[in-house]
T-cell receptor, first 111, second 114 residues
């Protein structure tokens, strides 16, 4: 099946710092999403980004589908940004589609 | 309404109990999903329903029984679970086709099997 690799696995930042999270995937995909999972388990959709660049406040994402990677940028990080960031790709299977997750990047932002 | 609602939020059950997890969405999505997430791991797909029909079963043990009574509801019936089944169970929904078929997740049911 498709492989989704995220790096780094862990990241510790000081409040106000910037960071880049990377997602590589092994095959062509129908779509890609970035999620933030908060400490209560809620998976919050950040970006739906099969290709190109999107921005939402301090967050932005870029996907280069032809080279099979996506980047999530966090600028001026805040303690509330802490949590696990997942990249997930959509792959068609048997007429349906399945969302496959990477292992995530655990981000800790210290005050 | 852009939410997926899951109930209950927490559940403790014995190995001989029968319980059900419920999931509801009113976004008109025709695909619904159950995921299982163990601590410090990514979510893993269990079942996919497309137009109320089971389309993917990721070799899940029969003690987990999904049901999709209509296009807005998804249930997961639990029977004779094992302690290793303790996990966060996440429901999600999406459009089946279209340019914006991103997945929306519920807040999950945290299940403990004792």
């Amino acid at each position: 099946g498709i492989q989704v690799e995220q790096s780094p696995p862990d990241l510790i930042l000081q409040e106000g710092a910037n960071s880049t999270l990377r997602c590589n995937f092994s095959d062509s995909v129908n779509n890609l999403q970035w999620f933030h999972q908060n400490p209560w388990g809620q998976l919050i959709n950040l970006f739906y980004i099969p290709s190109g660049t999107k921005q939402n406040g301090r967050l932005s994402a870029t996907t280069v589908a032809t080279e099979r990677y996506s980047l999530l940028y966090i600028s001026s990080s805040q303690t509330t940004d802490s949590g696990v960031y997942f990249c997930a790709v959509v792959k068609a299977q048997g007429g349906s589609e399945k969302l496959v997750f990477g292992k995530g990047t655990k981000l800790t932002v210290n005050p | 309404d852009t939410e997926v609602t899951q109930t209950p939020k927490h559940l403790v059950m014995g190995m001989t109990n029968k319980k059900s997890l419920k999931c509801e969405q009113h976004m008109g999505h025709r695909a619904m999903y159950w995921y299982k997430q163990k601590a410090k791991k990514p979510p893993e797909l269990m079942f996919v329903y497309s137009y109320e029909k089971l389309s993917i079963n990721e070799s899940v043990p029969s003690r987990f029984s999904p049901e999709c009574p209509n296009s807005s509801l998804l249930n997961l019936h639990l029977h004779a679970l094992q302690p290793e089944d303790s996990a966060l169970y996440l429901c999600a929904s999406s459009q089946v086709r279209g340019p914006n078929y991103g997945y929306t997740f519920g807040s999950g049911t945290r299940l403990t099997v004792v």
